[in-house]
């Protein structure tokens, strides 16, 4: 198994879920979050904003789904044209994986 990260820009976060929704991947967790990337925040006249608004969405897939899930988030989040702050996405593995309601491990 694998947990995918992927931290994008708030007004992408339901075409995302959306698209995740309809390629079959109905778990999901969203969170906001704030930070930033390789833009170094935004400057807005004389204010710079170091920390910007993001939404980051967690979900664990089967390792044979992870090309597909990637593409599906890319093509939602990217913008038109793409540009920085578009988001990243990491990828992590997950050892273990328990239900708690069930009290079961997942395999």
Avoid at 82 to 95: L, N, R, T
Wanted: charged share 30%; hydrophobic share 45%.
């Amino acid at each position: 198994m694998l947990m995918i990260k992927a931290i994008i820009r708030p007004e992408k976060s339901s075409v995302v879920l959306k698209a995740l929704f309809e390629a079959g991947y109905i778990a999901v967790t969203k969170i906001p979050v704030v930070g930033r990337g390789k833009q170094r925040g935004i400057k807005i006249g004389d204010v710079t904003y170091d920390e910007l608004p993001k939404e980051m969405l967690m979900m664990v897939i089967k390792d044979e789904d992870k090309d597909f899930a990637v593409n599906t988030i890319m093509e939602a989040a990217r913008s038109t044209p793409a540009a920085f702050g578009d988001g990243k996405i990491f990828i992590s593995p997950v050892d273990e994986s328990y239900t708690i309601s069930r009290g079961t491990k997942e395999l």
